[in-house]
């Protein structure tokens, strides 16, 4: 489990110092209020962050395409968002 600590925290200064930059937006930050998502958004399959597999954070998470994904670290949104299409198939094994 501290391999994993440490990767989040690895991950996620990684992401604040390139993904947001490049975006011109500012560092991903975990919404205040946890909530289940809006009308007509469903929760993704599973109970580990789609990015590196630790358990989920429902603090974390992102809207895409209709789902919400949650991950176990902001590092983990972060890359998440670079790419989503990438970990998405990872989920469903393709």
């Given at each position: 489990?501290?391999?994993?600590?440490?990767?989040?925290?690895?991950?996620?200064?990684?992401?604040?110092?390139?993904?947001?930059?490049?975006?011109?937006?500012?560092?991903?930050?975990?919404?205040?209020?946890?909530?289940?998502?809006?009308?007509?958004?469903?929760?993704?399959k599973?109970?580990?962050?789609p990015?590196l597999?630790?358990?989920?954070?429902?603090?974390?998470?992102?809207?895409?395409k209709g789902?919400?994904?949650?991950?176990?670290?902001?590092?983990?949104?972060?890359?998440?968002?670079?790419?989503?299409?990438?970990?998405?198939a990872?989920?469903?094994?393709e």
């Amino acid at each position: 489990m501290k391999a994993i600590r440490v990767s989040c925290a690895a991950l996620a200064a990684t992401a604040a110092m390139t993904l947001p930059a490049a975006a011109g937006e500012k560092p991903a930050q975990a919404p205040a209020a946890q909530g289940a998502p809006g009308a007509g958004v469903k929760e993704m399959k599973g109970d580990r962050c789609p990015v590196l597999g630790g358990k989920i954070d429902k603090g974390i998470h992102c809207d895409y395409k209709g789902t919400r994904y949650y991950f176990c670290c902001v590092g983990c949104q972060g890359v998440f968002k670079a790419d989503p299409e990438k970990y998405i198939a990872a989920m469903r094994g393709e």
